[in-house]
């Protein structure tokens, strides 16, 4: 009988070493291995009953797996993933599985599996959110790759899981990329729910509430239909004092915000599938400009507008904000959604999208009580095409877009930026517009180029052109 460990695990930075204490601590063995011998030993010592063994080699870790090898890696994604597959691929056997935990791009997924099934090997490109957090007590994980691989991987993946109303947060996503593919889109949409949340305290800001008000206001919603995990950390944050100063940490924290390219890969491959993420692209343009500090604060002093200042009544402005964050992550999950919809038809995958929201209620950073709504719509007997017109959405939209409105409004009179937020109620007003300006622009494209056009007094395909008059001088 096979007495090898159940997987193993290489990679021991903070989301490695917690996953490695995740699986240990629901009753699997595991084996772990880092170039750095250090954190293999702190990673083993940790478990003083002895269900994480620490390898001081590749060789050694593969060695001590139950056949087939289950192998886990969590390293950066880009070459240290082919650089460890390399490692690897001569101490493996027929129908092993490697599993890449990381944040890579789902085309290098796909070409990496194609690579792994010439030596008879199974590749599953699985998405992993939850942070520190989640890695040690329960994330979402999103697998994709061979179908033949979830028999193996559910028992661990599943009890190491988040669990959301009793269920775990973890399905086999689909075949290929579909996995990274899934947990780079809940980035993009995690960019988009974070921007959301920062223009609304900026605007909680500019009409003078204290951190103090603002971490009442948020943890008040935090009970309601704003219910998330964002939403809770944001009243936590806004609690805390600088130690130094005594002043609330954020005024201490430079305004100048990471990241590490899921957001950007999203944007590229939505255009690719001509798909509007507009709220995505908003939040990603917002961390770039907020990356430009220098310039910012130079044109400060030279470019014209408002203070930045809002006098609003305090209870009738935190309604208000309340209706403007709620309606824009509808459409900003409603742009997401929609993409993984349009490429999962456009591959293939038939990605299960309500499993996909269920998952995401536990575990994820973007876990919210909306996403039950989202799960709703999809199992309905008549799943909207677009989340927009799921009748709980209508409805919401309907209820909160005065406010919506009207806090935009506010927020341009003012001079308080609001990227993610316009672009949401722009998409919306878009979405709902029966006929829009985009005739005259294509009148354009035909008097500059010849693009030709369609009537609205003839049938759709018929190719129309004008001739119009040659330009002056």
């Not at 915000?257 to 255009?271: D, P, S, Y």
């Not at 690719?272 to 917002?286: F, I, L, R, T």
């Not at 677009?386 to 005065?402: D, E, K």
């Amino acid at each position: 009988m096979n007495k090898g460990r159940d997987i193993g695990l290489i990679g021991l930075g903070v989301m490695g070493r917690n996953l490695a204490l995740n699986i240990d601590s629901r009753g699997f063995s595991v084996s772990v291995w880092d170039q750095s011998p250090e954190a293999v030993t702190r990673s083993a010592a940790s478990q003083p009953e002895g269900r994480i063994t620490g390898c001081d080699s590749i060789q050694a870790l593969v060695a001590s797996l139950a056949r087939p090898r289950k192998i886990w890696l969590m390293v950066n994604a880009g070459a240290p993933v082919d650089e460890v597959i390399s490692q690897l691929l001569p101490l493996l056997d027929a129908d092993d599985i490697v599993i890449d935990g990381g944040n890579s791009l789902f085309k290098d997924t796909e070409r990496r599996a194609a690579h792994l099934a010439t030596h008879g090997l199974r590749f599953v490109g699985a998405g992993v959110s939850g942070g520190e957090e989640g890695a040690r007590k329960g994330p979402a994980i999103m697998p994709g790759g061979p179908a033949s691989t979830w028999a193996d991987l559910r028992p661990i993946f599943e009890a190491i899981a988040a669990q959301a109303e009793g269920q775990p947060c973890v399905v086999h996503i689909g075949p290929g990329g579909a996995g990274h593919y899934v947990k780079m889109v809940h980035n993009g949409i995690e960019y988009a729910d974070m921007q959301l949340i920062g223009e609304t305290y900026a605007l909680m800001s500019a009409a003078g509430m204290d951190t103090d008000v603002m971490a009442r206001t948020f943890a008040h919603w935090n009970t309601g239909d704003l219910r998330s995990y964002l939403i809770d950390i944001t009243a936590r944050i806004l609690t805390q004092r600088d130690p130094d100063t005594g002043a609330p940490i954020v005024d201490v924290i430079q305004d100048r915000a990471g990241q590490k390219g899921t957001g950007q890969w999203t944007l590229v491959n939505a255009a690719e599938s001509a798909v509007v993420v507009s709220a995505m692209g908003a939040a990603v343009d917002a961390r770039v400009l907020s990356s430009m500090k220098a310039a910012r604060m130079a044109a400060s002093s030279q470019l014209a507008g408002p203070t930045g200042r809002i006098d609003a009544p305090a209870d009738r402005w935190v309604d208000q904000l309340h209706d403007a964050l709620y309606a824009s992550k509808i459409v900003s999950y409603a742009q997401g959604f929609d993409l993984l919809r349009t490429t999962s038809e456009r591959r293939g995958w038939e990605l299960d999208l309500g499993a996909i929201a269920s998952i995401w209620r536990g575990g994820c950073i973007i876990r919210a009580q909306f996403l039950n709504r989202i799960t709703e719509a999809y199992a309905s007997d008549n799943p909207p095409a677009n989340l927009l017109l799921a009748p709980g959405f209508v409805q919401a939209l309907a209820r909160t877009q005065s406010a919506w409105r009207e806090a935009i409004a506010t927020a341009v009179r003012a001079g308080v930026a609001v990227p993610a937020m316009s672009a949401a109620l722009a998409y919306y007003d878009a979405y709902r517009t029966a006929r829009g300006p985009a005739n005259l622009l294509q009148a354009q494209r035909d008097f500059f180029g010849a693009h030709t056009y369609e009537r609205v007094d003839r049938p759709a395909g018929q190719a129309f052109h004008t001739a119009w008059p040659e330009v002056q001088g």
